[in-house]
């Protein structure tokens, strides 16, 4: 409990380096940050210790409220948004991006090609299993699931569970029966 006391205290002191932080929210110590004014966080955010927080460019992360995040996060968000929905569970080693290399010249180097940006969406009241790697420009809808480990990229309806290397979605809760199906 004291912990997480100074933890609240070190996100109030960095508070004006962020481009808004909501009540009752804290920060584990930070591996590294840059372009904090690009990030948002909602109220009660936890943040565990270990975060990497970055935005270039204009990049913004938006953090929506009563979301958990665990130890040694990495967030990556360049010339466009990333945005995490309320409510949402994220496990450890996780890492969101909505950014890649280009690799198009076989001779050249791939941090000397260009970036590639789309918006990333994490839909609200997601679950985010440990060590998952959430690509540029995917959308999970609402209330879905992703595996630990799992490599996401593509988007994914409502109430989807998301496992595997390429993920892919192996069920669907369907609303009108109330049931779980496989697809």
């Known amino acids: 409990m004291i912990k997480k006391v100074f933890w609240f205290l070190r996100l109030m002191f960095l508070k004006p380096f962020f481009k808004s932080v909501g009540k009752n929210s804290y920060l584990g110590p930070t591996v590294a940050t840059h372009g904090l004014k690009g990030v948002s966080i909602g109220n009660r955010v936890r943040i565990y210790p270990g975060a990497r927080m970055e935005t270039h460019n204009g990049g913004e992360i938006i953090i929506g409220d009563n979301c958990s995040i665990g130890q ?3 967030i990556i968000s360049d010339e466009n948004r990333l945005i995490i929905g309320e409510n949402t569970t994220i496990s450890s080693n996780v890492f969101i991006t909505n950014t890649e290399h280009d690799y198009k010249e076989i001779g050249e180097h791939i941090l ?4 590639l ?14 060590g998952a790697s959430i690509q540029a420009g995917t959308v ?6 992703v595996g630990t480990n799992a490599v996401v990229r593509g988007t994914y309806p409502d109430y989807s569970v998301i496992v595997g290397v390429p993920a892919k979605a192996i069920k669907r809760y369907n609303e009108e029966t109330g049931d779980w199906e496989k697809i």
């Open 117 to 130: 940006t789309s918006e990333t969406q994490i839909g609200e009241n997601c679950f985010i299993g440990f």
């Open 140 to 145: 999970l809808g609402k209330q879905c699931i």
């Open 72 to 74: 040694n996060f990495h």
């Open 112 to 115: 000397k090609q260009r970036m």
